[in-house]
Structures are given as C-alpha cells and as structure tokens.
C-alpha cells in the first residue's frame, strides 16, 4: 500500500510533487479520495494520475516506417539516435507527440531524404534533429545502444539545430542512467 499524502490545495501538492517523493522509480502521484474503491479499467473522475515532467533530449532521425489506420500514407514511425564516436547509434521509436503539420514536415523530409530503403524501412540522411521526451532511461541488453527509453515521443522539431551539436551516448548515459 502506498504512503496516503494528504494536502489542502493545488499548490500544496505542487509542491509536494516537486521533492523527491517522486524518484526515478515512480511515474508519479496518483491522486484520489481516500473513500474510493479500485475499479478495474479506466473509469474516468474517480482516479487521478500526475506524472512527473518528462526527461528530454534531442535527437537525430534515423529511420521511418510509413503508420497506420489514418496515417498509413505518411511516415510517422520513427527511430532516433545519438552519436556513439563518429556514428549513431539508435536510442528509441516514436509514434506520436508531433501534430498533424509537423507531421507533414517530417514526412516531407523522409521522401526527400531518404538514402536507403530496406522494406518498408526508409534510412534518410542524419541531418534532422527532433527533441524527444521520455518518462525514463533503462539500460538494455536488447538495444545496441544499451539504453531503452520509457515512453518516448517527439516534443519538437529542432530544425534550428545541426546534427553534429546532438550529445554523445556516453554522455547521454552518464546524465540519465
């Protein structure tokens, strides 16, 4: 059972969530009468999570794989990386976090850079940065990286920055693991 937080008002538990009650092991509070049963699903009003603010980095793009349903004919799955030396090395996937015209300028991008097709796999040149926020890093032995994010998605498009300014994953390591 997890420690009851009691407080009085919005800016109170602002506060609260802002120590580290929330650590890297917990996504957040969660918010709810004392009084509530758990009810399976997600009945929404009776449960409340605030996640903490996500970590970010940014990123060069990689890879992308046409979506599906209402984007089937974009690309809008994506696979970033940062520099391991003088190479990338890929650091996650993200499906969602842009909006519908930075969709279409990513997807602009892919069809005018792509360098490699492998399947429906487009590599396209690494010259596009995009910021990348994440709930969490864990190290993996699955990923060439070493890492794998928690929830990752694009925050923004960084147009305005080159590639070469991207972090290493040493570093990137050394900051979030």
Do not use: C
Not at 133 to 149: I, Q, T
Request: glycine share 6%; aromatic share 12%; no cysteine.
């Amino acid at each position: 059972m997890s420690k009851v937080i009691k407080f009085n008002d919005w800016n109170e538990l602002s506060k609260i969530k802002q120590t580290k009650i929330i650590d890297d092991q917990h996504e957040g509070l969660m918010i709810k009468n004392e009084k509530s049963s758990y009810i399976p699903g997600r009945p929404k009003g009776y449960w409340y999570k605030w996640k903490k603010d996500p970590k970010n980095v940014d990123a060069v793009l990689m890879y992308a794989v046409r979506g599906h349903g209402k984007r089937s004919s974009y690309y809008s799955d994506f696979t970033f990386g940062l520099w391991d030396g003088n190479q990338l090395s890929p650091i996650g996937k993200a499906y969602f976090g842009f909006d519908d015209n930075e969709l279409k300028v990513l997807d602009k991008f892919v069809r005018n850079n792509t360098i490699k097709k492998f399947g429906p796999v487009r590599e396209v040149e690494k010259t596009f940065v995009i910021e990348i926020a994440f709930d969490a890093v864990n190290e993996s032995n699955r990923h060439k990286s070493g890492v794998a994010l928690r929830f990752p998605r694009i925050k923004r498009l960084r147009e305005d920055k080159p590639a070469n300014e991207v972090i290493q994953l040493s570093q990137f390591k050394s900051e979030f693991l």
